[in-house]
């Protein structure tokens, strides 16, 4: 249900670009993309296995408006991009936390660092861009974005920079 909230949140209109960073197997982006095909979603994963799974399953689906992309979103260029939806993909780098696999590196280190860049980025977007969180502490998000709602005990929520 959280996924269905936040894509009503993100994609207010057609044709749309939505980045979903630390998409993991798709699940977010694949749900979206089937109950919206008027606008378009794009999953960044680091771990090739996570991408090969997204995109069997989009294959599956015969769905077209949804892509995957493997690496890491420092990579990307944020202006191709409308909209977000981040499920906390850098909790995982903290001491303690369980971790998916072994397969890409982890530390304190990479936390702030991530939660450092995603924060100019979202910083450097006009007004108007939404960004719907799940299980954020928070740390990525500037002073420009508004809370504009809640659902799930607040796990779920919508920002709107300003």
């Known amino acids: ?3 269905q909230k936040a894509n009503a949140f993100l994609s207010p209109e057609n044709n749309v670009r939505i980045l979903d960073i630390g998409s993991g197997v798709g699940k977010f982006c694949l749900a979206a993309a089937y109950y919206n095909p008027k606008a378009f979603y794009y999953g960044v994963e680091q771990r090739k296995s996570l991408v090969y799974n997204a995109e069997t399953a989009r294959q599956i689906l015969h769905l077209e408006n949804v892509s995957f992309i493997r690496g890491n979103f420092t990579q990307l260029d944020f202006r191709n991009y409308d909209h977000f939806y981040f499920y906390n993909a850098f909790y995982e780098n903290l001491a303690g936390t369980d971790k998916i696999d072994d397969s890409i590196d982890y530390s ?3 936390y702030n660092y991530y939660n450092r860049y995603l924060y100019k980025q979202l910083e450097q977007k006009p007004g ?3 960004l719907a969180t ?3 502490l928070e740390d990525e998000i500037p002073k420009s974005y508004r809370l504009v709602g809640s659902e799930f005990d607040n796990l779920l929520k919508c920002w ?3």
């Open 160 to 162: 709107i920079k300003i």
């Open 108 to 110: 304190g280190e990479l």
């Open 134 to 136: 799940f299980h954020s």
């Open 128 to 130: 108007g861009t939404r």
């Open 1 to 3: 249900m959280s996924k």
